[in-house]
């Protein structure tokens, strides 16, 4: 194999696009963080802090997620400092950086009484959402995690992406009218001339959903396909676009006869919506896992789906028999004492049996239809102990090895002679 293969092939594994030297985008990485976090740093501490109009506990929620962003990267970059998935992560936390620091400076604005500066600064940075949600809904996706579209024809998805960005961007930047943002004070940029372009520039806001859907197709479609590496990065990524899935869904089930983050919203929405919003976190911090410890897959959804579980057991049981009998029977406070007991004897009598089915179902869920390791082990070491002989052993040792690991095929080498010799397969 020449250099220029293994290059290429480094380069492949890492997510590198090539170009500059690794000293240099390293250099760059940590520069780029630094600018970053002086942004956010400004944004939570100083304007934040001064303004007399304050920031609710949403807004300081929403600024830590985002944070996220720039962190994960830098970490990813540190390590593989031309990799195109850590880039696009710093350029994500740049761009909500910006956004925190004007949204502070608007509320900064707003409390020293200067409704004109508020109003400007408002409009020049009302659009930074756009690029911000979109780079982070579909090229984040599409790209992972070697910095390559799934195939050519995905090409189609990044320019409908980067219109609607464009498209968008300048829709509700220049539009006359009321600002989109924080003041709601009429635009000091709105051109009214271009109040038609203007109209139909902004109906590219709805490829921005459809990219993000389309781009969501891709990562499925490529963990279809895909195997070793590249599908343990890809499960991790999976399991933390899916928790943000479920968790907005929940938010927004709850909330739809109530208000989003606002004084009057009652306190069980305001739960959902301010996990919902801090589970965005989870997107970065798979995309690090999956790149950088991508091996721990099995370990930490095995164990959480496990203890989860039984969480929601116990809870359950104590939720059902304290307050669902306590409320049927007009329970006192010795009758709650009873049912407390009584719920922890159930808790104790039904813990073993619970947990026995849990973990063969976080099996099957991480497994798959093979059994686990120690399972395989143990099977193993019963058969070949009983049933088999010499001649015999080696192919069942490469047929077992194939369909617990599901491998593509298994080889068992022997060492013979001082060289490697190939003694069995399977297929």
């Known amino acids: 194999m020449t250099r220029t293969s293994i290059a290429a092939r480094r380069r492949s594994r890492s997510g590198s696009t090539g170009g500059m030297g690794e000293r240099t985008a390293r250099r760059l990485a940590w520069t780029s963080f630094g600018v970053i976090s002086l942004l956010f740093a400004f944004a939570f501490l100083g304007v934040g802090a001064a303004a007399p109009s304050g920031t609710g506990s949403g807004d300081v929620l929403f600024v830590l997620m985002s944070y996220s962003f720039p962190l994960v990267g830098i970490l990813i970059l540190a390590r593989l400092p031309k990799n195109t998935i850590g880039w696009i992560l710093m350029g994500i936390g740049f761009t909500w950086g910006l956004s925190n620091v004007t949204n502070s400076l608007v509320l900064y604005a707003l409390g020293a009484g200067n409704r004109k500066l508020a109003a400007l600064v408002d409009a020049l940075s009302s659009w930074l959402w756009v690029p911000a949600i979109t780079i982070m809904g579909t090229y984040l996706i599409l790209l992972f995690p070697d910095g390559r579209l799934p195939s050519p024809r995905w090409r189609i998805v990044g320019w409908l992406a980067a219109l609607s960005i464009a498209g968008t961007s300048l829709a509700i930047t220049f539009a006359p009218g009321p600002i989109d943002g924080v003041t709601r004070s009429e635009n000091p940029l ?144 010795d009758s709650n004492l009873a049912l407390s007991i009584f719920a922890t004897a159930v808790v104790a009598v039904a813990f073993q049996p619970v947990r026995e089915r849990v973990q063969r179902f976080a099996n099957r869920l991480v497994y798959g239809k093979r059994a686990s390791p120690y399972e395989v082990l143990s099977r193993f070491s019963q058969t070949v102990a009983s049933s088999y002989g010499a001649e015999d052993l080696l192919p069942y040792t490469a047929s077992t090895l194939r369909e617990a690991t599901s491998a593509l095929r298994s080889t068992v080498w022997l060492h013979q002679a001082g060289r490697l010799v190939a003694a069995a397969a399977s297929p």
């Open 190 to 333: 709105g051109i009214e001339s271009l109040e038609t372009v203007l109209s139909v520039l902004i109906v590219s806001i709805v490829l921005i959903p459809l990219c993000i859907v389309a781009s969501a197709v891709s990562l499925i479609r490529r963990f279809r396909r895909s195997h070793g590496v590249e599908r343990l990065q890809l499960k991790w990524v999976t399991a933390g676009t899916a928790a943000v899935a479920i968790l907005y869904a929940v938010a927004i089930a709850v909330s739809l006869n109530t208000s989003w983050g606002m004084a009057d919203t009652p306190l069980y929405a305001d739960i959902a919506q301010q996990l919902a919003t801090a589970s965005f976190f989870l997107i970065p911090v798979s995309i690090g896992i999956a790149i950088l410890k991508h091996r721990l897959f099995d370990i930490v959804i095995k164990k959480a789906v496990i203890y989860g579980s039984l969480a929601a057991f116990i809870t359950a049981v104590y939720v059902a028999i304290v307050a669902g009998a306590g409320a049927l029977l007009g329970a006192g406070g």
